[in-house]
Structure formats: structure tokens, C-alpha cells
């Protein structure tokens, strides 16, 4: 046992298994295949949930004020006042992380018992997923889930293929193949032979890569390599495969999916942050206020009340003597008024925040103008805790491939031995001709495998492979070749499935020019090239990562063997073989005005290589290929050594359209004061022209600075030269007119408009900054990292281009710790996970490229232009609605809690109560929680088509203006002074009242319920003041408060038998109660209307001139006959969109897969749902907007 005990606590180095030898794996004591990923039991969950309550710090603080409460000693209120807010705010989230737990407890027994076949003493035997253990032989069929990580033996499948959907991996739907190894592959279904394998695995220790797996198989007495290829992962789905065999390798919570199923980081916004500074703060001036009672009680007792003691007679515990009873009474009653005081802290704040979160979210994800009928998405709010934040937001970080553009490639262009095609010259002017839809494309029909899709308008490039042009044949025979594309027949017809766009586009093209990519084996390649059949050997893929930036194959045929590469420009220049200037420069041309056309370049190249040199360089490949340590980094060093002294043949182009809407929306909310930098993998030239069309970079700014030097200190002269610069402008910069957004007439009516009501704008001019990922590597360095933020946050925009994932990340990081502002990332990408996680809020595209963005996203939306009404709108309405909410909230809790403070000047500070008992413990879950709730979930200023209108409205939001510390103090100032007026108005007015026959009014219990009912009245009519959005909901909740609050009082004193039964009805029989809340009202509203009024009659805001003009042009509207003021849409002008680097957006391919094997039999395989049609390029209305000149005055 204590061997067993050492083992558990050494940390795991390498796994060791024994196919079907159970007794040997037990003793490494590797997880179970049962998961759990619940945190309750049905009989540790009240004290488990309970413990994890009460470590938030105002729920203890509660307790403990409970617990006082429970001391007669010291409490003048029932424990009731404290126990029922208390007992149903825990009610409430334990019912939640209950229905929360239920429902993992669901999932989590839906997984462990599924059936799966397993392989005992020879025979197959059906167990359920949790009594599966590490080294157990299972057997999986067609469309089930894999019950674990397992090394793959056998297949139905020829040479060991299958397929599997890994959507619940990375949400992908598209179909990946997988092969296990030949030797293992003959032992087919056997079961007798398969129970009898005794082949050990060693590999490397459980981890949360997906893409990665090492190890060997020691079998027979041979070592066979394994890599991620031979690896079948726990939760994907096994496809047009009708049986397959495995040995379990990673069990339970040892498994990837599980491992990546960590805890996601815990984000909170600053409003929470202040939230937790202000309670500090009102604990603190509570204790200050119980002090103060101290002191004075201490000091009464001493002088006034030691005299009393036989009407008011001290109790037993008190000491009789003056000096120590008088101070004994004072602690005691501090810990009184801290019982009675205590609901200055509102207990209900945080569950009403929540309860009002969720509705918002919920808002966002019915909102039908952020649906997009293409694919059929909704936004989404993935989280429910970060709504208001959205209306926050400084910072902005795109990508930009599938993000800002709609990540669909077509081949647009390319350079072939340095001539350039795909451009239309006008044979009179020689000048090139703009490709419109009516431009007549090239006929390339006589190809039997053409597709009708493809466009293609140069004749020329037809001609010349007509012609036999050798440069061109081998241009587009290298792109028929090498790739790692998987082809297929899906009804009749010839499909391909790449890995990527890019990869997609070139073959496509290929097939249409003539080279048609047909079919593959793992060891070879056939193709027809212009209806000639040409087959290849295959005899090895160098395949395409991130570091490299390039793929090569290296194939044989008539003897011949020949490497064939393409990669980014950048990376194939630096291995041409010398003699090639005037190739590489006229190629160089073309590349650099494909990149200014905004389009997406790979360079090719060949090399032919020695038959003798090849076969020494394979061993050493192989070598690498099964070393167990730093094997990637040494198949990258061999591949390295072979792809040099290249012969460039050409470059391709590649059109990647922007999505509808993308100019309209940075400019909109960089009008909005929201600055937006481009984190993308584009070489300098595509950057800066993206820049320009989609609103980025504009021409009327004052200079665009680009950083591209390749060592720190050139780096750091940069930035300091452009510092200097921006310094002298600022310095020398006269003022002049502002405006506060692009307009797009097109779009005026639901996008952007002429906001002609500020009184400041966006400022024309501003710089911007483009910097290469070379040059971020300094920039990024501690050292300079405060230097380049200073400059890039005093950009109007920055782009940052031939940057990595990591890099990404790190950027939105720089910000976060140094700017106090709200950062959003937004992605459609793996590559963009890391920077989604980063910022404080991560938005999701579910574009192209899968769903990996979307499963880290806090907020998902299918286009990157809805972000403008996910902020515009939804965020600014959210953080508007929650200061509104917090900011009244506040008030009326010190309206409420300091009558008790004034009337302890009445009562010698003995902690005896204003209120009954019964209406403390209500005030905040009844009375008044329901109107407020209304405000904050429905709450607006103006409505959503003026908020897209006018984006200076997001404003307040970055400035932190509607809620922070002064509006705090102005909020509890506000309560204070309204406390004072209610209790000393009622005050005056019963203090030697009389009813009507005579009788004394000035009885505790009547004038508390005086207070009480005018205090419910007033914060009403404060509420009402507060809405400037009516529902069917505000009118309910607000005039149903005061409904239920008349009906409850009488219930629970006449039915139930309350301490104040009667005195309320006795008060409103009498007209000073009337007169006395009538001049209450009116002294406590008059000034807070007349202080609005001024306000917005002498210096409106933005938001009341809109108010007014909102209200105007509904006036003007009931007006209008229908007939009136025809709209004609406008024709929208067509603009080059700008795409980035091939490099960088493509991704690692089948190639080990391809190579694995002896011969692959094409397959129809089942394709997921995709999508082949472009989102429309027109927004719904093509409407011309009309601005209402600002009024010089608002009419109220």
C-alpha cells in the first residue's frame, strides 16, 4: 500500500501499457474511464452549497448579523428581518446551482453509460463507458461516439482507414481519416487473435494537445512509430466506417476532451469591481454610524438615563455602578444599530444584478436583426455575467480572415515565369479594365471536369496552355500535386476537402485550367493533365505548420524524382537557388500588386533531386520520424536541409471578399470613440490596404507610420521618431470643426447617419500605425513594450500584420495592463482562441473556419458587422440600464435605512425601530424590487435604430460616466437628504397631532407607518421619474407595488395579527395624513424635476437631443400619409476588398495520414452541413436618412 501511495504522488513521465494485461496496468493506477464533472451530492450538497455561499463576503456578513440578532440582549429587531431576505437569497442560488448541478449530474450519467464493446478472455462482452479501463481492447461500429483515447488496430476499411466527425473536439463537422499500422492492421476482426495481442505502448503522459501524440509500439520484437494519426480521440463520432478496433490509451479524466475541458477563466467587469468597493465603503460608514450611536447613547445614559432606572430599569447584565453601566449599555447598542442599520448594505443587490443580466442576455439572443439566414444564426450570449461591459468598450482586436472577410477563397490572379495574368487590359490605352458583373468571363467548358462556378477573365492565360506553354503546364501541374487534399465522389461529380480555403481554391483552379487532381493512394498521385492520365509516386509529404509557412511533396516518375514547394513569398525567396534577379524581380512586382489589390499570395517552386541523395536523406528522415524526444523539432530541421536551391516557377492570388457591412461598422464605431487594431498574419502591403477598405485607414489622415525593422534598437528609433511626431502635431494642431461619423447614405437608416446633434466628433486627421510581427517581437520586449503602447494608443488605429497566435495574445494583454480600459477580441479561428481568452470580453464568429472561436467566446454573432448592434445597441442599453438600476437602488436603500438614524435623536440611541418589523424585512424583496427590476431589463434611453444613428451615444459608456464613485456619493447624498424630509415633515406634522374627534396622533406605530407608506409612494414616483421607456411591464410592477404593498400591510396586521395592526388605517382615515404626503412628495420631487428640467432645457446632452428628435419625428410620422417621401435606393459602389497571406491562414494537412499506408480506395464520404453561397452585399434597406437639424431648444 505504500508503494501504491508513493506511486500516485510521483508525477507521471511515460505510460506504460500491455494490451490485455489488466493485472499489469493496475499497478500504475491510471484513471478510470468514469467522469465526473458534477460538484454535488444529493447528500453533500446543503452543506457543500452552503460553505460555498458563505465565502461570499455579504452573505456572511448577513450570517453574522443573523447571529446577533439571535442575542435578545442586543437586538431589538426579530431575527425574521434579517432570516427571510437572507433564507431567500440563498433559496435562490441554491435552486440554481442545484438545477446547474442536475443537469451536469444528467450529462455526466448519460456518458458514463453508454454501451461500448469491450474484449475480455477473448471475447466481446457489452460494458458501460465507466467500467472500460487503461489497455482494454474495444470495438467500435458506424456513428457511434469513441469511448476513449485509443491507438487504432484494426478497421473494415482497405489499409486500415477510417473516419471520424470531430465536432465535439473542435467543432468541426468535415470528415478526418485516420490509419492504423499495417502490421496491426491484419489482425482484422479476429477477436480470438486481437484478444491474444500483447503489444506494448509507450507514450507520452496525458496532455491536452489534440494535434499531437507520441510513442511506439514494441510488437513482435519491432518498434513501430505512433503518431497522432493512428490516435482515435474520446468524443468523436466514427463515420462510413462499419467496425474498428482500439486499445485504450487515455481513460477518464486522463483524456483530451477532458483535459481541455478545464475551468475557463472567471471574468468580471469593473462595474462588479466597483460594486465590491462601494460595499466596502458602506460597511464602513455603517460601523461609523454604529459608533456614533455608541458614543451618543454612552453619553445619554450617563447624563439622563442613569436617572431613569425605575421606569427604564437597566438589565441584570449591566453593571449598576455609572461609569461601567453607561459603557456596557454603549456596546451593546453599537451591536444593535449594526442590526438595525444593516440594510443600508442591500443583501438583494446581487441577485437582482444577476436576475437582470440574464433577462439582458436573453434579449440578445431573440434579437432577429442580429440573425443571419445564410447559416441560420442567432447571436448568442454565452455568458450571462459581462452584458453592461459591451457597453464599455475602448479596445477592439480583429482578425481579419474570416472575420472582417467572408474566408471563401477564388483563384483571382497569378505570375508565371514573370508574366503577370488575370488583369483585362483595354487594347487601345493599355490600361487595365475594372472587373464588373457584366465582364465576360473565359470559356473553359470544353473541360468535362470545369465547374461552373469558377470566373476567370484572362484570355491569355488560356492560350498559352492551349499554346503548350511548358511554364504554365508546370505552374498548374505543381498545383494539382502538391497539396494534401482529400477528393471524392459525391453523386457523380468530383469534390475535394481540404483543410483549408486556400488549399481548396488552388486545386479548384488547377482542375479548371486543365490538371485535374483525381485520385490517391499513400503512396501515390494521379491526375489528368489536359486529358492525358499521369500518375505519380508518392514518396513523402513535408506538410505545412505555423513555423514553416510552407508544404512541399516529393514525387517520382519516369525515373525522375522532383520536390515540389509552395509557401509564403517571404519563406520561398530565402531558398531559390542563385541566378534567378530577373525572375524574382518582375515576380516580386506581381506580388506586390496582387497584395495591393487586396488579394491573398503563396509563391511556387521545384527543385529536381539526386535518386542516391534522396535515399540517404529518407533514413535520416525516418529516424526523426520515430524518435520519442523533440521529434518535431527534428523533422523540421530534415525538411529544412531538402527544401533549398529552389527554381520559382510563379505566384498565386487568392480573392477572400469582406463580409457585408465591414466598412460601415468601423467606421461607425470608430466614430463611437472605440479604437480598433487588426491582428492578422497579411504581409505590410495587404495590411495597409485593408486598412483602406474596410474604413480602417482613411485619406485624411495625417500620416500612417509603419514599424518594420528588424532589431530592437532600430525599433526603438522608430517608435521614438514617431512619438516626436505625434508630439510636435498635438502641440502645433489648430482647432477645427469635428464631425462624429462617416456617412454612408446607403446604409443611414439602420446604420450610419450624419450626427449633426453633438457637440464633438471623431477629429478628421489622427495617425495611424502598421507593424510587422518581426518588429512586435522587440516591440513586445519589456524593455520597449510602454514606448510602442504610447505610441499605438495615441493611433486612431493600428494594424499588426505577420503576427502569431501568440503574438495576438500578447498584444491584447499589453493593453490590458497598462490602459484602464475594456478590451473585446473577436475571432472565427483556432489560431484566435488565445486572444479571445485574453481580453476581457471574447467574441465569436462562426464563420468558415469551425467553431473554435465560438467555444471560447463569451458572445457569438455569425457576421462581423452585427458587432455594431451587439455594442451600439445592446451594450450601451445594458450598461445604461444597469447604472440606472444601481444608481436608484442605492438611493432608496438610504432613503429607507437612515429614518432609523434620525429617529435615534428621539429615541436616546436605544436601537428601537422606526419601521415594523415585518416592512423592514420586505422592503427590498417586495415593495420595491419589482419596479426596479423592470427598469434594468427594459430601461432605454433611445431606441435601436438612433443608437446605430448616432454612435457618440456609446460615449458615457467610455468614460465610466453613468456609474462611478460621485455618482455614488451623489445617489446616497440624494437618499440621505430624502431620508431627512421623510422623517422630519411626518415628523412635524404628528408631533402633537390630532384626528378629528380629538385623539392623539403621536404614537410610535402610527407615525411609522406614516413614513413607511410615504417612503414606499415616494421612491415609486421616483422610479417613474427615472423611466424614460414605458412598457406593459414598468406600469404593472411600479403600480402594482403600490397596490401589493396596501394589500399586504392589511393582510398581514388584520389576517395574520401584526405588532402595528390598525395604526396605518387609522392614519389614512385622517386628512393629515393626505396633506402630509402630499407636501412630502411635493418637497422631495419639485427640486429633482426642476434641477432635470434645467438641465435638459439649457444644456442638453446627446441623448436628449435625440430624445427630442425621436419624439419629433414620431410626431412627424402620425402625420405623414403613406404615400409621402418615396425612397429610391442607391446603387452601391463596388470597392476591392483586401486579403491576407496564404501562409498564415492555411493549416496542417493530411499528409502523415497520406503516407501512412500501402494503397487508400477513394470513398464518398458524408459532408457536414456547409455552407457554399455569399452573404448578400446589401443590407435590408437601402434608405436615405433624414437628419432633423439640432433644436436650440428641447421641448418637453
Known amino acids: 500500500m505504500k508503494g501504491a501511495k508513493n506511486k500516485q504522488v510521483v508525477k507521471e513521465t511515460e505510460r506504460r501499457i500491455i494490451a490485455n494485461d489488466p493485472e499489469h496496468n493496475a499497478q500504475y493506477n491510471y484513471a478510470k474511464n468514469y467522469i465526473k464533472t458534477s460538484k454535488y451530492t444529493f447528500f453533500n450538497f446543503v452543506p457543500y452549497n452552503l460553505f460555498e455561499q458563505f465565502q461570499r463576503l455579504a452573505n456572511f456578513y448577513f450570517l453574522c448579523l443573523l447571529v446577533l440578532q439571535l442575542i435578545p440582549v442586543i437586538s431589538s429587531l426579530t431575527p425574521v428581518t434579517t432570516a427571510v431576505p437572507l433564507i431567500g437569497v440563498l433559496m435562490v442560488t441554491a435552486i440554481k446551482d442545484a438545477y446547474d448541478d442536475y443537469q451536469r449530474h444528467r450529462s455526466d450519467n448519460q456518458v458514463n453509460r453508454r454501451k461500448s464493446l469491450v474484449l475480455r478472455n477473448g471475447q466481446l462482452k457489452e460494458e458501460i463507458w465507466s467500467k472500460v479501463e487503461v489497455g482494454d481492447v474495444i ?60 503489444g506494448e505502448i509507450r507514450c507520452e503522459p496525458p496532455n491536452n494537445q489534440l494535434n499531437k501524440f507520441e510513442g511506439v509500439l514494441n510488437w513482435e520484437g519491432k518498434q513501430h512509430s505512433l503518431d497522432n494519426d493512428k490516435i482515435l480521440l474520446r468524443g468523436c463520432i466514427l463515420r462510413n466506417t462499419d467496425w474498428c478496433y482500439g486499445v485504450v490509451i487515455f481513460a477518464g479524466k486522463d483524456t483530451k476532451l477532458m483535459m481541455n475541458s478545464g475551468k475557463t477563466k472567471f471574468k468580471r467587469t469593473s462595474i462588479d469591481r466597483l460594486l465590491n468597493f462601494i460595499i466596502l465603503g458602506i460597511v464602513f460608514f455603517l460601523l461609523s454610524m454604529c459608533l456614533f450611536c455608541t458614543v451618543a447613547c454612552g453619553i445619554w445614559e450617563s447624563l439622563t438615563g442613569q436617572y431613569f432606572r425605575v421606569f427604564l430599569p437597566w438589565d441584570s447584565l449591566i453593571p449598576p455602578d455609572p461609569p461601567g453601566g453607561p459603557a456596557v449599555i454603549a456596546l451593546l447598542v453599537f451591536f444593535s444599530y ?31 436583426a442580429m440573425y443571419h439566414p445564410p447559416t441560420r444564426n442567432h447571436a448568442k450570449a454565452r455568458t450571462t455575467t459581462l452584458n453592461e461591459e459591451l457597453g464599455q468598450i475602448e479596445y477592439i482586436f480583429s482578425d481579419k480572415t474570416g472575420t472582417l472577410t467572408q474566408n471563401i477563397m477564388s483563384f483571382n490572379k497569378c505570375s508565371i515565369a514573370g508574366r503577370s495574368y488575370g488583369d483585362i487590359i483595354d487594347p487601345r490605352t493599355g490600361e487595365f479594365l475594372e472587373i464588373s458583373e457584366y465582364t465576360r468571363p473565359v470559356d473553359l467548358s470544353r473541360n468535362p471536369y470545369h465547374e461552373s462556378n469558377f470566373k476567370f477573365y484572362d484570355q491569355s492565360l488560356v492560350d498559352a496552355l492551349d499554346g503548350g506553354d511548358p511554364d504554365c503546364e508546370a505552374f498548374f501541374r505543381l498545383l494539382s500535386l502538391c497539396h494534401t487534399v482529400m477528393p471524392e465522389e459525391s453523386r457523380g461529380k468530383l469534390e475535394y ?52 509557412k510552407r508544404m512541399s511533396v516529393i514525387l517520382k516518375r519516369d525515373g525522375k524524382i522532383r520536390l515540389f514547394c509552395k509557401g509564403a513569398d517571404s519563406i520561398i525567396y530565402e531558398r531559390l537557388k542563385e541566378g534567378q534577379d530577373s ?66 516557377l510563379g505566384a498565386t492570388a487568392i480573392e477572400d471578399k469582406l463580409q457585408d457591412g465591414v466598412p460601415q461598422t468601423i467606421a461607425n464605431l470608430a466614430v463611437a470613440g472605440i479604437k480598433i487594431w487588426v491582428l492578422t498574419g497579411d504581409k505590410q502591403e495587404t495590411a495597409i490596404n485593408i486598412g483602406y477598405s474596410c474604413q480602417l485607414l482613411t485619406d485624411d489622415m495625417l500620416e500612417v507610420f509603419i514599424i518594420d525593422a528588424h532589431n530592437a534598437s532600430d525599433v526603438e528609433d522608430q517608435l521614438r521618431k514617431y512619438r516626436e511626431e505625434i508630439r510636435n502635431v498635438t502641440a502645433t494642431k489648430q482647432p477645427q470643426t469635428n464631425l462624429s461619423v462617416v456617412t454612408f447614405s446607403v446604409y443611414s437608416d439602420e446604420g450610419v447617419g450624419q450626427d449633426n446633434l453633438s457637440d464633438a466628433g471623431e477629429s478628421n486627421g489622427g495617425f495611424a500605425l502598421v507593424i510587422n510581427g518581426h518588429s512586435l517581437v522587440w516591440a513586445l520586449n519589456p524593455k520597449l513594450e510602454l514606448l510602442f503602447l504610447e505610441v499605438a494608443s495615441q493611433c486612431r488605429s493600428v494594424i499588426c500584420c505577420r503576427v502569431t497566435p501568440l503574438q495576438k495574445a500578447m498584444v491584447v494583454d499589453l493593453v490590458k495592463r497598462y490602459k484602464k480600459a475594456v478590451t473585446l477580441a473577436v475571432g472565427d479561428g483556432a489560431n484566435d482562441v488565445s486572444m479571445i481568452k485574453t481580453a476581457h470580453i471574447g467574441v465569436g464568429i462562426s464563420g468558415q473556419e469551425g467553431l473554435q472561436a465560438v467555444l471560447a467566446s463569451d458572445y457569438s454573432v455569425a457576421q462581423f458587422r452585427f458587432l455594431e448592434r451587439l455594442l451600439l445597441v445592446h451594450g450601451r442599453w445594458s450598461y445604461y440600464r444597469m447604472c440606472k438600476f444601481l444608481r436608484y437602488f442605492f438611493y432608496k436603500n438610504f432613503a429607507f435605512t437612515l429614518c432609523h438614524f434620525w429617529f435615534a435623536f428621539f429615541v436616546a440611541f436605544s436601537a428601537q425601530t422606526l419601521f415594523d418589523p415585518m416592512f423592514i424585512s420586505v422592503y427590498n424583496l417586495f415593495y420595491t424590487s419589482m419596479p426596479v427590476l423592470a427598469l434594468g431589463i427594459f430601461e432605454q434611453d433611445v431606441n435601436a435604430k438612433n443608437s446605430i444613428k448616432f454612435p457618440r451615444l456609446y460615449t458615457p459608456g467610455l468614460l465610466n460616466a453613468l456609474f462611478n464613485k460621485r455618482e455614488f456619493f451623489r445617489s446616497a447624498l440624494h437618499g440621505f437628504l430624502t431620508s431627512c424630509v421623510l422623517f422630519f415633515i411626518p415628523f412635524g406634522a404628528y408631533y402633537n397631532g390630532m384626528d378629528q374627534e380629538g385623539r392623539s396622533m403621536a404614537d410610535q406605530q402610527t407615525f411609522g407607518s406614516v ?15 427615472d423611466t424614460s421607456y414605458w412598457t406593459l411591464f414598468n406600469h404593472i410592477t411600479i403600480w402594482g407595488s403600490l397596490i401589493f404593498y396596501l394589500l399586504l400591510q392589511y393582510f398581514y396586521n388584520f389576517v395574520i ?43 442638453p446632452n446627446l441623448s436628449d437631443k435625440v430624445r427630442f428628435k425621436q419624439r419629433h419625428d414620431a410626431k412627424m410620422a402620425s402625420k405623414r400619409s403613406e404615400h409621402d417621401m418615396l425612397r429610391t435606393p442607391s446603387a452601391r459602389r463596388s470597392r476591392r476588398s483586401v486579403r491576407s497571406g496564404y501562409a498564415f491562414a492555411h493549416q496542417e494537412g493530411f499528409g502523415r495520414l497520406i503516407t501512412s499506408g ?13 455552407s457554399n453561397g455569399r452573404a448578400t452585399n446589401l443590407r ?17
Open 1158 to 1170: 500501402k494503397i487508400m480506395r477513394p470513398r464518398n464520404m458524408k459532408q457536414g452541413p456547409m
Open 1011 to 1025: 413614513v413607511a407608506t410615504i417612503l414606499v409612494i415616494v421612491v415609486t414616483m421616483q422610479m417613474c421619474l
Open 497 to 548: 476537402q481540404a483543410q483549408s480555403p486556400d488549399e481548396g481554391a488552388l486545386v479548384s483552379a488547377a482542375r479548371n485550367f486543365g490538371f485535374v487532381f483525381k485520385s490517391r493512394t499513400p503512396n501515390s498521385i494521379t491526375i489528368f493533365a489536359k486529358g492525358v492520365q499521369e500518375v505519380y509516386e508518392l514518396l513523402c509529404i513535408l506538410d505545412f505548420n505555423n513555423v514553416r
Open 1057 to 1099: 395579527g401584526g405588532e402595528y395592526v390598525g395604526a396605518l388605517s387609522k392614519a389614512m382615515g385622517e386628512p393629515l395624513f393626505y396633506f402630509t404626503t402630499l407636501l412630502t412628495i411635493v418637497v422631495l420631487m419639485l427640486p429633482v424635476m426642476a434641477w432635470r428640467f434645467y438641465w435638459v432645457d439649457v444644456r
Open 338 to 368: 449594526a442590526i438595525v442599520l444593516n440594510t443600508v448594505v442591500p443583501i438583494s443587490l446581487y441577485v437582482s444584478v444577476e436576475v437582470i443580466r440574464l433577462c439582458q442576455s436573453f434579449l440578445i439572443n431573440w434579437d432577429d
Open 583 to 648: 525572375l524574382k524581380y518582375h515576380t516580386q512586382e506581381h506580388l506586390d500588386r496582387f497584395a495591393g489589390d487586396g488579394l491573398r499570395t503563396l509563391c511556387l517552386a521545384y527543385k529536381d533531386l539526386d535518386e542516391e541523395y534522396f535515399l540517404d536523406w529518407k533514413g535520416r528522415h525516418h529516424e526523426a520520424a520515430v524518435s520519442l524526444e523533440r521529434r518535431e523539432e527534428k523533422l523540421d530541421e530534415i525538411y529544412e536541409e531538402i527544401e533549398k536551391n529552389l527554381i520559382l
Open 139 to 198: 470495438r467500435m461500429e458506424n456513428n457511434q461516439f469513441v469511448a476513449a483515447d485509443i491507438l487504432l488496430l484494426s478497421t473494415s476499411e482497405p489499409n486500415g482507414l477510417c473516419y471520424i466527425e470531430t465536432s465535439e473536439l473542435d467543432g468541426e463537422t468535415n470528415l478526418k481519416c485516420k490509419q492504423c499500422l499495417p502490421e496491426t492492421e491484419s489482425l482484422g476482426q479476429d477477436d480470438a487473435r486481437i484478444g491474444a495481442f500483447r
Open 1180 to 1196: 435590408p434597406d437601402n434608405k436615405i436618412s433624414l437628419v432633423a437639424p439640432a433644436p436650440s431648444t428641447v421641448e418637453v
